[in-house]
C-alpha cells in the first residue's frame, strides 16, 4: 500500500510575509543549509502537505508562539525531491496537543534558483512621491 510521506521543518527566521527581508543564496546547497540551521522541530511522518493550506502539527500554540516560529519547509518525498518553504501566516489553537499552521508559499525561495536570470535594465521606475 502506499503511504505518502512528508518532512516537514518548523523554522524560526528573519523572513517576513512581506519580501522586504529577503535572503538571497548562490545555490540549493547554501540556502538549505542556512534554513536547516534554523529548525525549531522537525517531523519526518506526515502525509503529503498541499501548497497554501493548513498543517496540523501535534505541538501546542503556546511552544510555538513562545518559539518564535514564522516560517516552515516541507518536502513531499514521493512525488519530488524538491524544499518547498512557506511562511507561517496563523498559528490557530485547536487543542493542548494539536495546532493548525495556516502557511502561504515563499516563492522567492522556493523557485528563485530554479529560473535563470538573464541581463536586463530597468526602463522606467515609479516612485512613491509623485
Not at 62 to 75: K, Q, R, S
Not at 110 to 117: S, V
Request: net charge neutral.
Amino acid at each position: 500500500m502506499f503511504t505518502p510521506l512528508s518532512e516537514v521543518r518548523l523554522l524560526s527566521v528573519p523572513l517576513k510575509l512581506s519580501n522586504k527581508e529577503q535572503i538571497l543564496f548562490n545555490s540549493r546547497s547554501e540556502q538549505y543549509n542556512y534554513f536547516s540551521n534554523h529548525i525549531y522541530r522537525n517531523f519526518t511522518d506526515f502525509t503529503y502537505q498541499r501548497k497554501d493550506g493548513i498543517i496540523r502539527v501535534p505541538i501546542n500554540a503556546e511552544t510555538l508562539f513562545n518559539a518564535h516560529c514564522n516560517y516552515v519547509m516541507y518536502d513531499n518525498k514521493n512525488f519530488s525531491n524538491k524544499w518547498i518553504y512557506a511562511y507561517i501566516t496563523e498559528i490557530e489553537y485547536i487543542n493542548s496537543s494539536v495546532t493548525h499552521l495556516h502557511i502561504k508559499t515563499d516563492v522567492l525561495q522556493t523557485w528563485l534558483l530554479d529560473c535563470q536570470l538573464h541581463t536586463s535594465f530597468i526602463v522606467r521606475e515609479t516612485v512613491k512621491n509623485d
